[in-house]
């Protein structure tokens, strides 16, 4: 077996050594995000907002025609995954349930102790 350390493993336990675990209910980021930061769905969304020629020189909303290409490739095309996208946006995601049963299926039995 081989005791060398390398100098890989010395560099990993380094950054070990610098980690300090958070105290509890303490956040890892206390300051939150740096003002007038600008997350990505903000740009995505005002980029959907701009007004856009359209092929036949029209002026559209992009979010107009993101959802028109949308309901092109559900009906024209027969894409799956546009229907399921439609499908669950107009109403929604279907309820899922689950049942939670102990062994063999009995009820879950929870035991306080103090």
Do not use: F
Not at 93 to 111: A, R, S, W
């Amino acid at each position: 077996m081989n005791n060398e350390i390398t100098a890989e493993t010395k560099k990993k336990h380094r950054r070990e050594d610098n980690l300090i675990p958070y105290k509890k209910g303490q956040s890892g980021n206390p300051a939150g995000r740096k003002p007038g930061t600008i997350s990505v769905i903000t740009v995505v969304k005002n980029v959907l907002q701009e007004m856009a020629k359209t092929t036949d020189g029209t002026k559209k909303q992009r979010l107009e025609t993101l959802a028109r290409n949308i309901v092109h490739l559900a009906i024209n095309e027969r894409d799956k995954d546009m229907i399921k996208l439609i499908v669950n946006y107009v109403d929604g995601m279907p309820k899922q349930t689950t049942e939670l049963t102990g062994q063999d299926g009995e009820p879950i039995c929870i035991k306080w102790e103090q």
